[in-house]
């Protein structure tokens, strides 16, 4: 594993990762981290490593973008002070273009979201590690508006990890993968949301970069 022991692992975001955690940290038993993929890959810490001791806690907020990530950012990134941490976030940096097409004044440009995540890098300090979970969209079709923005972002995303030093987690190549063999519709209902399966599927995209489980 590449975490060490008696360690900090906060997760920040949106929707994706937040699925009812509790206020205004989300951890320990039952519905404290929530029930999508930080409560599961909770679970596999559990089992792959308990003697590491490594406490997850989740900060994920539903509708956040990158600007209200950075907004937070002091009280839920730094006031914690986490040893490692992961940021999901990006989707609905993208999504406001197309379910808000009339209030220009939130959109997000693909510039802003970059520069938004290495300001995010610039103002944490003394991690142990850093991840950036990718945006991503359940659609097949790289041609559909709403995919082909989110690959932009995506990349935007990986470039800034890459620029950093930081571990770029593509869950976007994770679902195209899956659904070589399933239609979207039997993961989510918006393409975006995900089923039992779909927050598995992340929690063991996750738990495969930092080592946690292999192939």
Same mark, same amino acid.
């Not at 914690?80 to 976030?89: F, M, S, T």
């Not at 944490?124 to 950036?132: A, D, H, Q």
């Given at each position: ?7 900090? $692992? ?14 205004p ?11 999508? $993929? ?37 009280? /839920? ?5 986490p ?9 609905n940096?993208?999504?406001r ?24 890098? /610039? ?6 590690g ?29 470039a ?7 571990? $770029? ?10 659904f ?13 949301h ?22």
């Amino acid at each position: 594993m590449k975490l060490e022991k008696n360690s900090k $692992f906060l997760i920040i975001g949106d929707s994706i990762g937040d699925f009812g955690r509790a206020r205004p940290v989300g951890e320990g038993l039952h519905a404290g981290l929530g029930t999508g $993929f930080p409560r599961v890959l909770d679970s596999i810490l559990r089992i792959k490593g308990p003697e590491y001791g490594i406490r997850v806690m989740n900060v994920c907020t539903s509708g956040d973008t990158s600007k209200a990530l950075l907004e937070r950012w002091q009280s /839920d990134v730094i006031d914690l002070k986490p040893d490692y941490l992961a940021i999901e976030i990006g989707i609905n940096d993208v999504w406001r273009h197309f379910d808000e097409p009339y209030r220009n004044e939130i959109f997000i440009s693909v510039e802003e979201y970059a520069a938004n995540l290495q300001k995010m890098v /610039d103002i944490t300090k003394g991690l142990k590690g850093l991840y950036f979970i990718s945006p991503y969209l359940m659609e097949t079709n790289k041609k559909d508006a709403f995919r082909a923005m989110i690959d932009e972002y995506h990349d935007a995303m990986k470039a800034v990890a890459l620029k950093n030093g930081a571990t $770029f987690i593509d869950l976007q190549a994770a679902f195209d993968k899956y659904f070589e063999h399933f239609h979207p519709v039997s993961m989510s209902w918006d393409r975006v949301h995900p089923d039992p399966t779909g927050h598995l599927l992340i929690a063991r995209t996750i738990a495969l970069a930092i080592g946690l489980i292999s192939e």
